[in-house]
């Protein structure tokens, strides 16, 4: 018997041992840093496209996530930002959700491999017509570094709702992209005449990858693929891609440093419309896929994915 109770103590003081080493581990990890900036306003019943830089240098990271909802009284949905490189995280807000409503609220999360957590405050994105004249033909609108909302001890929800799979999305126009502030799309070269002649900054062919998810009704998971892509930004801002949408060639124009491209899906047994939603910055595009199918037996699925290229 004193066998037993020496090896019961041993075990103990090594589980406590261990409970305060991990403990130390997580004290001593510097939480995850989110550069963003946040989204002030959309077009109402459009899906929209929130963007963050996450890094974490004391540990890699395990999920930046986005929350989101249109009342403080009810539990935030989330949805997994999916990575498209050099630490740029997007989530797209699909526009289901948006339907009828006046403002939503979200912040985003993200936990490092220590299950270190960092978050943002939350934002609020005030919703407008779509034949508003302040947004047919405006820009992303980015907050202030000042428009926070109040903290979250304030609001009187207690859990998250999950939004399957973290990647629903359905495609209704445009999706807006909070640009990080140093975009650049233009750039002004001297003539030999002396004149100023403009010149974006942004033509040339940009080569990358691109994966796309299918998530069918009643499916337990999507089903995914990567595949190269090339897209081409044509000195005028003419922005196409033969690749990005496999059969299919899509033209638009850039809305300065943002774009997108949309093709209707017309293939056996499947039928709707799918859309990527670009952004360009330092010679490097990045951007969020969405978009909804029916088959001919009526059933519904949506399209989500991320891309990416450099020139």
Known sequence: MKYFRDLIAVLTILALTVQISVAQNKSSSKAPVIKHEPVVTAVRDQ???????????????????????????????????????????????????????????????AL????????????????????????ATAQPSVAPKSQTEASRDSWSWKGPAIIAGG??????????????????TSSSTNTSSGSTTT?????????????KYLLMSGASSPTG????????????????????????????????SDFQLTSQISETNLSGQ???????????????ISGSVTTTSGTNGIYSGIFSASK
Do not use: C
């Open 47 to 109: 899906p929209i496209s929130v963007r963050a830089v996450v890094t974490s240098s004391s540990s890699d990271l395990k999920s930046v996530t986005l929350f989101f909802t249109t009342s403080k009284d009810a539990a935030p949905f989330k949805i997994a930002m999916q990575s498209s490189g050099a630490e740029t995280y997007f989530g797209s807000i699909p526009s289901s959700f948006l339907k009828g409503v006046k403002e939503l609220s979200y912040y985003i999360e």
């Open 112 to 135: 490092d491999e220590q299950s270190v957590a960092s978050e943002t405050r939350w934002y609020t994105v005030k919703l407008q017509a779509p034949n508003s004249a302040s947004t």
């Open 199 to 211: 010149t974006n900054s942004t033509d040339g062919t940009y080569t990358g990858t691109a994966t």
């Open 167 to 184: 990647t629903a999305a359905i495609v209704g126009g445009a999706i807006l992209l909070a640009n990080n502030g140093s975009d650049s």
């Open 274 to 288: 799918i859309a990527f939603f670009g952004n360009v910055a330092n010679n490097r595009i990045t951007g969020t």
């Open 225 to 256: 693929s990567s595949y190269a892509v090339i897209i081409t930004i044509s000195s005028a801002g003419t922005v196409s891609s033969d690749t990005l949408q496999p059969g299919a060639h899509m033209e638009a124009q850039l809305s300065g």
